[in-house]
């Protein structure tokens, strides 16, 4: 290792920290080490992989002040939404340590006397697991968890601008009794990541950008390993013509605007009926107005800082585009002063499909809001996109909602409700959005391979 990672406050531009980053050649020496590692821990018993997350969770669960603090301080994000955000993930390992053992378990499919057939759930082996910052605990033991648990050894990516907080999650599991070379942490940037999809691996399991996600997708093909992509997305919802516009404004404003709207989920795209539109436009200002922006460190802060300066020019662009086709511009729309990357919630009205702000993501606090006459032009313009991550209706009749819902292309479909996601349900993307999955039962298996056993009785 011979280069530094340097790490900034976005919130403040101050320099947090120097860390050791890692290189092609280290990176192979921790990718041979994992290789070597991995046949011993697939043969750890259950109940040991089970122990060691139990303690991982217990160290998370009482360290949630400390690394809520560094988390906020290197992505920006509001203390509050870091310390939900460990909540968070501890009962998505509440989830993987309940279910693992039963989800992999040998099944035996058929027995005639003579015949017997089994599946067993085999492990990967090595796999990668290249990571974003914008929930860096939620999207890392997405991974994290379920891959250990099944027996994998992992090399773990945190993002360059989370690697704070993932050199913590590696020193927990390791503390935890998790071997070191079965968890191994590689530090930096791009050039880092190419240099782990260059190892030998046995499955590779990505979160971040849909460009990033086609580079790493066209490195990995002429090996065939399995892939898995969680990308982005811009996720639309629909209030229909009976909904409560108060309550529906109240629950979108959030949607689009948690987490400085840097959520892979994040509401990207309102439609709203013209029956209803003045006044939900009026109860989402109101709401936006409340939102009280600042130091992130401050626990009544709900709106941080852009932790990546670049996006600030994306959303610059998106809201000069919009101005020029017409779009009203509500409030925001501009940069803030620094120290620091910031931007002004921004919310514009009039908008329509021709506008960079309704077809790419935008990732930041600023979102449209479309007028529609009738559900089946709302679904059209919630299908015109690349993209299925998540879709939502609001709506007070359920079978309606249900019967539009099943018609939109996405991942995830939400019903008076939206920015979501639950353990226990699979998480997804169609389109630009992604391949395979995380969460869930599936989720869990997909760290594995079914194997096929037909065995005859002599
Ligand atoms: P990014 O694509 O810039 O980076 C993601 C990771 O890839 C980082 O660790 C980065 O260092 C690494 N990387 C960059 N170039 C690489 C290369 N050529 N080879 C290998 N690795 C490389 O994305 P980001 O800014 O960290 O994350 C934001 C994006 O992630 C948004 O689009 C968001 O919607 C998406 N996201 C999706 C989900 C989901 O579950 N679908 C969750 C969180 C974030």
Request: hydrophobic fraction near 40%; charge should be negative; aromatic fraction near 8%.
């Amino acid at each position: 290792m011979s280069t530094l990672l340097k790490i900034f406050n976005p919130a403040t531009g101050q320099w947090l920290a120097d860390v050791p980053a890692d290189d092609a050649r280290s990176v192979a020496l921790k990718a041979r080490a994992a290789r070597a590692a991995q046949p011993r821990w697939a043969a750890t018993p259950m109940t040991e992989r089970l122990a060691a997350m139990r303690r991982f969770r217990a160290s998370l669960g009482t360290g949630i002040e400390a690394l809520a603090k560094t988390l906020t301080q290197e992505v920006g994000k509001p203390i509050s939404q870091s310390r939900n955000e460990i909540k968070g993930v501890l009962g998505r390992i509440d989830f993987f340590i309940e279910q693992t053992e039963s989800a992999v378990r040998d099944e035996h499919v058929f027995d005639d006397g003579a015949m017997h057939e089994q599946i067993t759930h085999v492990p990967l082996g090595v796999v990668g697991n290249i990571s974003a910052w914008n929930y860096p605990y939620l999207v890392g033991c997405n991974v994290l968890v379920p891959a250990l648990l099944t027996g994998n050894a992992v090399l773990y990516k945190p993002s360059e601008h989370a690697a704070l907080t993932g050199l913590h999650i590696a020193q927990l599991l390791h503390a935890a009794g998790f071997p070191t070379d079965v968890v191994q942490v590689v530090v930096g940037a791009a050039d880092v990541g190419t240099a782990l999809l260059g190892q030998p691996l046995d499955g590779l399991f990505f979160t971040g950008s849909h460009a990033t996600g086609v580079r790493i997708a066209q490195a990995l093909a002429p090996r065939l390993v399995k892939l898995q992509l969680e990308l982005g997305g811009k996720d639309p919802v629909y209030v229909r013509a009976d909904a409560d516009p108060k309550s529906a404004a109240e629950s979108l404003a959030d949607g689009a605007m948690y987490n400085t709207g840097q959520s892979c989920c994040s509401v990207e795209r309102i439609y709203v009926h013209d029956s209803l539109y003045d006044t939900f436009v009026e109860h989402f200002l109101a709401t936006v107005a409340g939102f009280r922006l600042g130091d992130p460190m401050d626990g009544d802060t709900y709106i941080g800082a852009i932790t990546r300066a670049p996006q600030l020019d994306v959303l610059d662009a998106q809201v000069a585009d919009a101005r020029s086709r017409g779009a009203t511009l509500r409030c925001g729309g501009t940069r803030l002063p620094g120290p620091g990357n910031w931007y002004a919630p921004t919310v514009f009205t009039e908008v329509d499909h021709s506008m960079a702000l309704m077809r790419e993501e935008s990732f930041g606090p600023i979102i449209g809001i479309q007028k529609v006459g009738d559900d089946d032009e709302a679904v059209t313009l919630m299908n015109d996109t690349r993209y299925g991550l998540t879709a939502g209706v609001f709506s007070r009749d359920e079978a309606h909602a249900r019967e539009l819902l099943s018609r939109v292309n996405a991942g995830t479909v939400y019903w008076n409700c939206c920015d979501r996601v639950s353990p226990r349900l699979p998480w997804s993307g169609h389109g630009d959005s992604g391949l395979g999955l995380t969460l869930s039962t599936h989720g869990i298996r997909t760290f594995t391979r079914p194997r096929a056993w037909h065995l005859r009785r002599p």
